[in-house]
Each structure stands twice: as structure tokens, then as C-alpha cells.
């Protein structure tokens, strides 16, 4: 049997009047509480309502009252039996009766996943290059409540044309600045922190000198400019 001792308890309802899965006549019959969630999988922000069912007989269950027992102490807010989840992990929610004698022995199981994306922050390394040395960039991208999401992040270049990208990888042969940030599929993100890259002009691999006047021999004496 489970340990509920530790489990937070964040809200108590109103009865309820129904005797859901009745078994027999009732005589000695033990109730018990089952703990049912629309989606065992939700992403951060988005209501998730709990219902809490008894099995036993209707006479037995007319007059009892409930909670929801959670073990995570925190990431969540409680309204009604609506959970809304602001962190990212696993979190297990059980039905119990106003005391907490009667406990749901199998909780439900809730995976909490980032929600969708606000924020991104790009960043590059190094920030200054050589023609044809890459650097690497970096997205972080978070939804609303801070939590990052690591999937379907593209990064972005400007001007791109004389960029070559692979994954993270970046160079180019073109000196200049170049603006990085972050996508992510089809969904707008409202707030950017672009990073800035940089490719210096290389050292030259080339001299040429010209002569004014330009002439195959000179006189000693003669002035001759040099460029």
C-alpha cells in the first residue's frame, strides 16, 4: 500500500452523488475511488481536468466529499479539478475522500511537456571568425513558464546567401555581419535575443605593387611612385 503521508493535498469539492461501477447489494462492501484525467499527457499552461469516480454502492457514496492528493509538492496550480502544470516532469494525482481514508492505490500518471514557444535567446562560438572558419550556434527556446524546448528548433541566418549551415555548424567566405536567431516550425516566438557573427576579412594572400611611370628600366635619379 502506498505512503500518502507525504502527498500534498491542494483541494476539496463539493459531493458527490453518484455510485459509479456499483458490486452487489452493498453488504460490507468496501468503496473505492478512482482517479481519471482527460490526457495523461499535457503541455505546460493548458487546464487539465480531474474526475474523481467511486465504486461501491450509491447509498454508501451520497454523502461523501473529496480531494486530490498530489505527490510533487509544487509546479501546479489547482482550480475546482482543473490542474494547470507550469513545469515540465511527471506528476502522480490520486482521489481521496475528505480524510484520506479511501485513496486511489493506482494514481494517475501525468507527463507534463513544454507548452508552445515565446522566448528564444541565440547565441554564437565564437563570435568572430576567419573566411571558411565555422562557428557554432546555440537556441535555447522556452515557452511560457521558462521551460525549454529542445525539439523542432531550426536556426536562422541573415543574410543567408553566402552562408553555408549544417545543423549548428556555420561558416562563410564572405566577410561581414551576420544576424542568428531561432525558429521553431510554423509558430511565431514573440520575443528574439539575436546573436551576432562576424567574419573578418582573412590575411591577404596577395601583393601588387604598380610604378608611375610604369617602365621596364629607370635612370639612377629618377622620381618613381610606388603603390
Not at 547565441?123 to 515557452?143: L, N
Request: glycine share 8%; proline share 6%.
Amino acid at each position: 500500500m502506498r505512503n500518502y503521508s507525504n502527498w500534498v493535498s491542494v483541494l476539496a469539492i463539493l459531493p458527490i452523488l453518484c455510485g459509479c461501477g456499483s458490486s452487489g447489494d452493498g453488504d460490507g462492501q468496501a468503496l473505492s475511488v478512482v482517479t481519471i484525467a482527460d490526457s495523461i499527457v499535457v503541455a505546460a499552461g493548458t487546464p487539465l481536468p480531474i474526475r474523481c469516480e467511486i465504486e461501491g454502492t450509491e447509498e454508501e457514496a451520497i454523502d461523501m466529499s473529496f480531494q486530490l492528493l498530489i505527490e510533487e509538492p509544487d509546479g501546479y496550480e489547482a482550480q475546482g479539478l482543473t490542474l494547470t502544470f507550469g513545469s515540465v516532469g511527471k506528476y502522480h494525482i490520486a482521489c481521496a475522500n475528505d480524510d484520506a481514508t479511501i485513496v486511489d492505490e493506482t494514481p494517475e500518471i501525468i507527463t507534463v511537456v513544454a507548452g508552445l514557444p515565446v522566448r528564444s535567446v541565440a547565441s554564437v562560438d565564437p563570435p568572430t571568425t576567419q573566411p571558411g572558419i565555422p562557428t557554432t550556434a546555440t537556441c535555447i527556446v522556452t515557452d511560457a513558464y521558462g521551460n525549454e524546448i529542445t525539439s523542432g528548433i531550426n536556426i536562422t541566418v541573415d543574410p543567408a546567401e553566402e552562408v553555408e549551415q549544417e545543423g549548428q555548424t556555420l561558416s562563410s567566405e564572405v566577410s561581414g555581419t551576420y544576424e542568428v536567431g531561432c525558429a521553431y516550425s510554423d509558430v511565431e516566438i514573440a520575443e528574439h535575443d539575436f546573436a551576432e557573427w562576424t567574419v573578418e576579412p582573412g590575411a591577404p594572400t596577395k601583393f601588387e605593387l604598380s610604378f608611375e611611370p610604369d617602365q621596364l628600366a629607370y635612370k639612377i635619379g629618377d622620381e618613381v611612385e610606388v603603390t
